[in-house]
């Protein structure tokens, strides 16, 4: 079974920079396409960003231009720049596939506050 670990969150300003990882116990990344989702309270999951094992990336119009998805096959990990962070950023963020999906991990939690 596929475990997928999410870190790398943490309070951050208005504006900040965080860089997320997610590690994964086997080596999907290379084959599936990825992405990273996010949900806030209340709110639904939603996907933000996704990479293809082509390298094709894709992102939500709320964050294109912020956010940076990468991918380092030898390493089975997944990471996420997020740039010019902004308070409607804040939320537990889950990386897994798209058209596949893993069991979730436990994700991290980003909040963006002042």
């Known amino acids: 079974q596929v475990q997928l670990v999410e870190s790398g969150g943490g309070l951050v300003q208005p504006g900040g920079s965080l860089r997320l990882s997610c590690a994964a116990s086997l080596n999907i990344v290379n084959f599936n396409t990825m992405g990273w989702y996010r949900q806030a309270p209340g709110k639904q999951r939603e996907l933000v960003a996704s990479i293809t094992n082509g390298g094709t990336t894709n992102y939500a119009d709320s964050v294109k231009g912020r956010f940076t998805i990468s991918r380092d096959n030898a390493k089975n990990t997944v990471y996420l720049q997020m740039n010019s962070l902004k308070p409607e950023d804040t939320a537990v963020y889950y990386c897994?596939?798209?058209?596949?999906?893993?069991?979730w991990g436990p994700g991290t939690q980003v909040t963006v506050s002042s």
């Open positions: 897994n596939g798209v058209a596949y999906k893993f069991v």
